[in-house]
């Protein structure tokens, strides 16, 4: 690792400012689960590193105006286990104790999974299904975006050079709100997803489903909604039939997705799979079917 020089400061201010110096050649640490690895591959080789282990304020976790507010520094092992995620949003207290080893959850952080934009990374299909805005400062001052609108491809976002991620906002899952996380790889233990996904259903007093968000990873560059299957199950009754429907859906956007690639017959199967356990998981926590 050839780095000319290493920065931690305390504030965020103070980070901006180093930034701002030199923000096309400066990379922003965070926990540096995945930075490392590819510093010492040299597939990103930076002058500067810019470590925000130090700042307080990006590792802070509330409750505001009927969302969760969730620092970037906040790390996976912290938000599987915190009272908030775990009534609120307990999808993405799923998705966070997915992640890797208890050694990675422990030291890797969600600002910095969804920075990296890894097509397989467990926490990005949980943001998207719970519709989270990233906050972004930089030097053209601060901007909410959807993190719908972040993702650019494999390793790539629409975060400038001169900003930092510090924060993700959650809306509180509202009233007959259930959701899951599930994620299919070569092991139970350490593995990298071959798929995840992430799913939310809202239902009325008389059943119906109102509202769908279905986001899947590892299945192309990035993680996505699929807005078919969301489709196909808003305003309906739940039913196997209807889920046969969804299933059928699923493998079909899976398949477009990924074309001709070697995998592409094993994720479509596996697609399916997965929707139908999110269904089973669903209609279980709920007693709805």
């Given at each position: 690792?050839?780095?000319?020089?290493?920065?931690?400061?305390?504030?965020?201010?103070?980070?901006?400012?180093?930034?701002?110096?030199?923000?096309?050649?400066?990379?922003?640490?965070?926990?540096?689960?995945?930075l490392i690895i590819q510093l010492r591959e040299r597939t990103v080789e930076p002058e500067y590193i810019?470590?925000?282990?130090?700042?307080?304020?990006?590792?802070?976790?509330?409750?505001?105006?009927?969302?969760?507010?969730?620092?970037?520094?906040?790390?996976?092992?912290?938000?599987?286990?915190?009272?908030?995620?775990?009534?609120?949003?307990?999808?993405?207290?799923?998705?966070?104790?997915?992640?890797?080893?208890?050694?990675?959850?422990?030291?890797?952080?969600?600002?910095?999974?969804?920075?990296?934009?890894?097509?397989?990374?467990?926490?990005?299909?949980?943001?998207l299904a719970l519709e989270a805005k990233a906050l972004l400062i930089g030097g053209r001052g601060e901007?909410?975006?959807?993190?719908?609108?972040?993702?650019?491809?494999?390793?790539?976002?629409?975060?400038?050079?001169?900003?930092?991620?510090?924060?993700?906002?959650?809306?509180?899952?509202?009233?007959?709100?259930?959701?899951?996380?599930?994620?299919?790889?070569?092991?139970?233990?350490?593995?990298?997803?071959?798929?995840?996904?992430?799913?939310?259903?809202?239902?009325?007093?008389?059943?119906?489903?109102?509202?769908?968000?279905?986001?899947?990873?590892?299945?192309?560059?990035?993680?996505?909604?699929?807005?078919?299957?969301?489709?196909?199950?808003?305003?309906?009754?739940?039913?196997?039939?209807?889920?046969?429907?969804?299933?059928?859906?699923?493998?079909?956007?899976v398949a477009a997705r990924l074309g001709s690639r070697p995998t592409a017959t094993y994720k479509r199967?596996?697609?399916?799979?997965?929707?139908?356990?999110?269904?089973?998981?669903?209609?279980?926590?709920?007693?709805?079917?």
């Amino acid at each position: 690792m050839r780095v000319l020089d290493y920065f931690q400061p305390t504030t965020l201010d103070e980070a901006l400012r180093c930034l701002a110096d030199s923000p096309n050649t400066t990379k922003v640490l965070a926990g540096g689960t995945d930075l490392i690895i590819q510093l010492r591959e040299r597939t990103v080789e930076p002058e500067y590193i810019l470590d925000l282990g130090g700042i307080k304020e990006l590792r802070e976790l509330r409750q505001v105006d009927g969302n969760l507010v969730i620092g970037s520094m906040t790390t996976f092992a912290a938000i599987e286990k915190d009272p908030l995620v775990l009534e609120y949003v307990p999808l993405l207290s799923q998705a966070a104790g997915s992640v890797g080893s208890p050694q990675i959850r422990n030291t890797g952080t969600i600002g910095g999974n969804l920075a990296n934009a890894a097509p397989a990374a467990d926490g990005i299909p949980a943001l998207l299904a719970l519709e989270a805005k990233a906050l972004l400062i930089g030097g053209r001052g601060e901007r909410e975006v959807a993190v719908a609108d972040l993702l650019a491809g494999i390793n790539r976002t629409h975060i400038a050079d001169d900003e930092i991620l510090c924060r993700l906002v959650i809306p509180v899952l509202p009233p007959r709100t259930c959701g899951t996380f599930v994620k299919l790889g070569r092991r139970k233990a350490l593995a990298i997803a071959r798929l995840n996904l992430a799913l939310t259903m809202s239902f009325n007093d008389d059943g119906v489903i109102v509202k769908t968000a279905l986001a899947v990873g590892a299945v192309g560059t990035s993680a996505y909604r699929v807005g078919q299957v969301e489709e196909v199950l808003t305003g309906k009754h739940p039913s196997p039939e209807l889920f046969a429907v969804a299933r059928q859906l699923i493998d079909q956007t899976v398949a477009a997705r990924l074309g001709s690639r070697p995998t592409a017959t094993y994720k479509r199967a596996i697609a399916g799979a997965a929707l139908g356990r999110a269904f089973a998981t669903i209609g279980a926590g709920s007693g709805r079917w």
